[in-house]
């Protein structure tokens, strides 16, 4: 059975950092292509990171550039998303997911960004 579990969410200041971790199982992973997304309170659920199945490219959201890294493990079967110089706009859900070559979504882990 197929899953994606999210985790390394919580309550971070501003400025601060967390480091997301997406472990998959049941999941051919070293072939897939991974991402990351989010949803803030009252929005729609936007992109935020992609790495392809070999690591070899990122692609970012303009909005965390800089800031944020994508990242794998493929004998772990872990996408990891180092977030750095947290904003309060940063606060939202956020999801693991499979991108290609077909889509299957985490169950998303809380990150909040607050003083």
């Known amino acids: 059975q197929a899953q994606l579990v999210e985790s390394g969410g919580g309550l971070v200041q501003p400025g601060g950092s967390l480091r997301l971790s997406c472990a998959a199982s049941g999941l051919n992973f070293r072939n897939l292509d991974m991402g990351w997304y989010r949803q803030a309170p009252g929005k729609e659920r936007e992109f935020v990171a992609s790495?392809?199945?070999?690591?070899?490219?990122?692609n970012y959201a303009d909005s965390v550039q800089g800031r944020f890294t994508i990242s794998r493990d493929n004998n772990a079967k872990v996408v990891y998303l180092q977030m750095d110089s947290l904003k309060p706009e940063d606060t939202a859900v956020y999801y693991c997911?499979?991108?290609?070559?077909?889509?299957?979504w985490g169950q998303g882990t809380q990150v909040t960004v607050s003083s």
């Open positions: 997911k499979v991108v290609r070559p077909f889509e299957y």
């Open positions: 790495i392809i199945s070999n690591g070899y490219r990122r």
